[in-house]
């Protein structure tokens, strides 16, 4: 411990990077509540600093490969679209964090432009280090074994509660984890990109002969050629997953989808310094007693000095309210229920996980224009709401019906409420208690919240 203190504290009074580069990564992260024991580090902090400077692990800075340069001329290429005017980048815009730019709960897409999709549009930024789909903590037997298996086995098995306090021991459960989409249906970026590609909802792209006769016309067509020989327009089916596999290249090799130039990578780092306001949200953040938010959406360096991504990639149902305004809700028979389906079909028997959805990143979500995976909610403050007051006072969250009830949990069918978290702080209060936070601890969660946009500083690595 004191030897930790003396480097901390001769790094930031040197203010040079210089002296403790090397011996840092291997010092683990210290869980807030027992750092912030200490008077010293209270005393940093205080003045909006990081007492635990830390140098962060960064992917490296390579030139983007022949193959992923085609894969960003792709990416932006509404030629694709059965419609002509969808690209990736429509949805997933580089200046929105690689979101919509528009403030829509689900986007419009297909031939016509019309048709509306089903859930809002996640950001592309941050998903490098994203695992694959499995139950259960990290380990190739889970990796390897039936889904099914262990959804039994996680069925039976007990659960720790989330709290900031152990995240260790959470990470630890026997629930479901990983993937990419709100329901983690797909494992790599490749296998995700014939998704919007085909979906008559989203780009509507038709059959790969649709596709390749477009790309044999195409102003970098002779990049096809180039990278993967003469013959590649022969095999549209080979042309096609060439075309998903060059789009996955340019996500996991260009930067701009993991800057890591926000504010508070650069507090990390020592580099920048809390306003009081940022400052009193980080805490009510790691706040067990108030937002409790970092059990799941983790803010901690890891042991290896890779910087947080603000999700523990768990899987959870928080009962967020239906969104009326979604043209699918019109039917009111109709739930998207995440993990159960019925846009992932392999988990439908385990309804254990009816209304589950993968945790995200909170890294540029003040940047959003919509939140949670059915766009109920356009404001930061209303996902604050959210938290505070779901169970708490929920008339204000819920419809109440004409007898005055209120329809808590109204976008999960009746039976299966029960899977809703009413275990993880600040989700376990009990209706009439009082909220974890008050309208200031929101307030200043937001403040915190806004220091993960990039942007502040230039990449620095
Ligand atoms: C019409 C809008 C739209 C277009 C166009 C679109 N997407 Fe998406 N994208 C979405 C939506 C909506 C989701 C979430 C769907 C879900 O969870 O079921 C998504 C999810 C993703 C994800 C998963 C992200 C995560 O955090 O899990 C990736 C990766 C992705 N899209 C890549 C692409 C690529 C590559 C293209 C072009 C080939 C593309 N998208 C085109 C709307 C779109
Ligand atoms: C028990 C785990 C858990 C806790 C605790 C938690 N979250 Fe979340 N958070 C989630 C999950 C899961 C979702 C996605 C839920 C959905 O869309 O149905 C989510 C979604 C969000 C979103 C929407 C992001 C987006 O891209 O749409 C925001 C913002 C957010 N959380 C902020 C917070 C804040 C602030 C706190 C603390 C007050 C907090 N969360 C506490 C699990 C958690």
Known sequence: MSM?????TGAILAGATAIWAGGIAASSPIPLHQWLAHPHDSWLL????NPNVVQLTLPPLKPLSAVAQLGRKLFFDPRLSGSGKLSCASCHNPGHAFAPANDLSVQLGGDDMRRAGVRTVPSLAYLYRQQNFSIGPDNPANESADLQHLAILGAHAPRAQKTVLDVQTAAANMVPKGGLFWDGRVNTLQQQAAGPLFNPLEMGAGSPDTIVAKLEHAPYAHDFVQLFGPRVFDDPALAVSESLFA?????IEDPGFRPFTSKYDAWLRGHARFTPAELRGYLAFNDVHKGNCAACHLDQVTRDGLPPLFTDMQF????????????ANHNPGNFDLGLCGPYRTDLKAQTQYCGMFLTPTLRNVATRHVFFHNGVYHT??????????RDTRPHKIYPVDSGGRVEKYNDIPLKQRSNVDVSDPPLNRKLGETPAMNMQGMRDIIAFLQTLNDGYSPVKR
């Open 316 to 327: 959870e149902a928080l009962g967020v309210p239906r969104n009326p305004a979604l043209p």
């Open 46 to 49: 205080a003045q909006g600093k």
């Open 4 to 8: 930790r203190r003396v480097w901390v």
């Open 380 to 389: 930061l403050s209303q996902v604050l709401d959210f938290y505070a007051f």
């Open 247 to 251: 789009i996955s290249r340019f996500q």
